[in-house]
């Protein structure tokens, strides 16, 4: 099982059964709960969807770790180690899900030695699911995936999220890289609601590039390596190497958009998924001037 693909094969497998309770409760009212921001929302339908993966992956792979959106929220640890662990977003567009805007997905990643093997996004109103494995390529529904290729940003179909953070600060930054970006100009920024679903329309080649900061390592882990194995680019904002940890990623149809939204993005200060957090975050790292 070296190449993991038992471990793949059992994600697609436990991602489509679980969003059969997606899908139930979707069209239903929904008792919400915030946590970190008015617009951070969780309901009971994240909680359980959670079980079902956590519990259905336990049962199969008892030595294997879990880092999962809403077992961190309550408490447990967020720590990226060399043992097989399964990245979890039970709902990722949880604000749609409430709103029943259809773009919802269960995002599921796997890594050893901190490497991400294989990455599964299930887009369930849609019935999408995409997924990839290193070294083996993207797949749509079984279909080989092809970032577009696209080499200049002022042809590019940007897509990036406001995200949950509501600060002044984070707002101000978010909103003038919108303005900077259709400054260049872009030809247009969208906004899906799901950063899982976002990144994955650079693998299709629908979109070109994907930025975002505050989003977190279970939003984009399993995207990030689909838009890689799709002929796409993942890096940092500020150009660096992709971290998931770091709560900046950048996803383009090639390292020439890239860097061209790495020169004009400007990031705030988040504290990693990693860190401990209770310190306090002071400065923002990787901010540009204008």
């Not at 409430?98 to 919802?104: K, Q, T």
């Not at 796997?110 to 390529?137: M, P, W």
């Not at 290729?149 to 897509?159: A, I, L, S």
């Not at 390292?255 to 988040?270: H, L, Y």
Request: with cysteine; proline share 3%; charged share 20%.
């Amino acid at each position: 099982m070296s190449d993991w693909t038992d471990c793949l094969d059992f994600g697609v497998s436990i991602a489509k059964q679980a969003s059969e309770t997606v899908l139930a409760a979707f069209l239903l009212q929904k008792e919400v709960q915030l946590k970190s921001s008015p617009a951070d929302l969780v309901t009971e339908t994240d909680q359980r969807v959670e079980q079902i993966l956590i519990s259905a992956i336990r049962a199969r792979f008892p030595l294997h770790r879990f880092i999962g959106e809403e077992s961190v929220a309550a408490g447990e640890p967020c720590v990226l180690t060399d043992e097989p662990t399964w990245i979890i977003d039970p709902i990722d567009g949880t604000v749609n899900f409430v709103h029943r805007f259809p773009f919802v997905a269960i995002s599921i990643a796997f890594t050893i030695n901190k490497q991400t093997e294989f990455g599964i996004v299930y887009s369930c109103v849609e019935d999408k699911l995409f997924h990839a494995q290193r070294g083996r390529g993207a797949f749509l529904n079984g279909e080989k995936l092809q970032a577009s290729g696209q080499e200049d940003v002022k042809k590019c179909v940007v897509v990036t999220e406001i995200g949950a953070e509501r600060d002044d600060l984070a707002l101000s930054t978010m909103t003038s890289n919108i303005l900077r970006l259709l400054q260049l100009p872009v030809h247009g920024v969208r906004a899906l609601g799901t950063a899982a679903v976002d990144m994955c329309q650079v693998a299709t080649g629908g979109a070109d590039a994907y930025y975002h900061i505050g989003m977190h390592c279970w939003d984009i882990a399993a995207s990030a390596i689909i838009v890689q194995e799709a002929g796409g680019v993942v890096m940092d904002t500020d150009g660096s190497d992709f971290d998931m940890m770091s709560r900046r990623v950048i996803a383009a149809s090639s390292t020439s958009v890239a860097n061209s939204i790495a020169q004009v993005v400007q990031a705030f200060p988040c504290r990693r998924d990693d860190e401990d957090p209770t310190r306090c975050v002071c400065g923002a790292a990787g901010v540009k001037g204008e």
